[in-house]
């Protein structure tokens, strides 16, 4: 199963926004590509526009950006004994980045991401490596744009890692309880991809849902909107309603964002 193909990524190709709000990693319909970048400034301006009327943002949601950079709101975590990557992105030429708060996390750029269906030609990608719990504004410069995205960094304990590994990984007879591992693996090519190439852009509360109800949220609200992949609204496999118990809850989330990144 590849990680973009699925029907419900398609569902939403005629909503007005979604030429920006799907992300850069998104499979371009043939002419898009000459749109492409250059013309991801006057989309952000006509997202703006929608929004006036359309979007509910979230609290944390910034201003409109004039040059691309997903997602705008990169969640992940931290706890001693894991190691936490977030993916940023942009279309933006010859990028430099920088966090504003160094003892958050750290930035490099990073070589593009291998996924299946997905064309990263022109686009520039960072890995941020998290060192505490905290925020930080996270600064893209291309010659004379600067543009500050938002790290959104949760703690986390080692037992929170441990419950989420052992939920993920333990046999069960309850058909609730399947091993997320079980269609999860991603060894050999299979499964689907949750690592925090996908995740990054989403916060627990977002992907809780997926994980317990089989649905992203609906509207294109705040963090979820710069998304690489921003899916939105249900999932096509509607049986992915796993039981957690509260610990699983915010274990699974950690060890989620604690996973190796896929396609690098
Ligand atoms: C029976 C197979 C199966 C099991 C077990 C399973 N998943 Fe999934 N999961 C899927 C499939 C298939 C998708 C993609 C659904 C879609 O795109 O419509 C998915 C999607 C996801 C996503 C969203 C990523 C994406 O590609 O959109 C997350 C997060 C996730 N699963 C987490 C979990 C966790 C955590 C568990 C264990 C508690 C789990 N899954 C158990 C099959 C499974």
Redesign the pocket.
């Known amino acids: ?1 590849d ?1 973009t193909g ?1 029907g ?1 990524r398609g569902e939403g190709a005629s909503r007005a926004t979604t030429s920006f709000v799907r992300g850069p990693s998104r499979p371009r319909r043939s002419g898009a590509r000459s749109a492409g970048l250059a013309g991801l400034a006057g989309l952000v301006g006509l997202v703006g526009l929608v929004c006036v009327a359309a979007c509910t943002p979230a609290p944390i949601e910034q201003p409109p950006l004039d040059v691309a950079v997903f997602p705008k709101v990169a969640y992940s975590g931290y706890a001693p004994s894991g190691t936490f990557k977030v993916m940023i992105s942009t279309g933006a030429d010859a990028p430099r980045w920088a966090v504003d708060d160094p003892s958050v996390a750290s930035i490099e750029p990073a070589p593009a991401p291998s996924i299946p269906n997905t064309d990263v030609t022109g686009l520039s990608f960072a890995l941020l490596t998290t060192k505490r719990a905290g925020e930080t504004g996270v600064r893209m410069t291309s010659g004379d744009k600067v543009v500050v995205t938002r790290l959104v960094v949760t703690a986390y304990t080692d037992a929170d890692l441990a419950a989420g590994k052992a ?2 990984t333990t046999p069960s007879t309850d058909g609730a309880r ?3 591992i ?3 693996a991603r060894d050999g090519g299979v499964g ?3 690592s925090p190439l ?2 990054g852009g989403f916060d627990a509360p977002a ?1 809780l849902g ?2 317990e109800r089989a649905t992203y949220p609906d509207s294109p609200s705040g963090q979820s909107i710069t998304s690489s992949f921003a ?1 939105r609204g249900p ?3 509607a049986q ?1 309603r ?1 039981n ?1 118990g509260d610990a699983e809850r915010a274990g ?1 989330v950690a060890y ?1 964002r604690s996973l190796p990144l896929g396609g690098l």
Do not use: N
């Open positions: 199963m990680v699925k419900r939920r993920y399947t091993p997320c079980q269609c999860h689907v991809d949750h996908k995740m992907i997926v994980i899916p999932l096509s496999f992915h796993w957690l699974v989620l």
